[in-house]
């Protein structure tokens, strides 16, 4: 929740930075390289572990399914 919050508003100032450029090109620049680039570098590293999780909680709920689905199968006659 925090980093998102840290997201927020180092956009923010690297914005407002991109605005003091002396040309849009310039502009553009300081701000992917400052900001679009990094951050996005950084959130998909720090998502790693709930992307790990959903992965490995779907994979369960698979293998239960198929276990179920098994037990259903040599039940009936």
């Given at each position: 929740m925090y980093l998102y919050l840290?997201?927020?508003?180092?956009?923010?100032?690297?914005l407002l930075m991109a605005m003091t450029e002396v040309s849009f090109i310039a502009g553009l620049m300081t701000f992917?390289?400052?900001?679009?680039?990094?951050?996005?570098?950084?959130l998909y590293v720090m998502g790693s572990p709930q992307r790990k999780r959903k992965r490995q909680a779907a994979?369960?709920?698979?293998?239960?399914?198929?276990a179920?689905?098994?037990?259903?199968?040599?039940s009936a006659p």
């Amino acid at each position: 929740m925090y980093l998102y919050l840290v997201a927020i508003a180092w956009v923010y100032v690297v914005l407002l930075m991109a605005m003091t450029e002396v040309s849009f090109i310039a502009g553009l620049m300081t701000f992917f390289f400052y900001c679009a680039f990094p951050l996005s570098v950084i959130l998909y590293v720090m998502g790693s572990p709930q992307r790990k999780r959903k992965r490995q909680a779907a994979e369960k709920a698979k293998r239960l399914a198929d276990a179920e689905a098994a037990n259903d199968n040599s039940s009936a006659p």
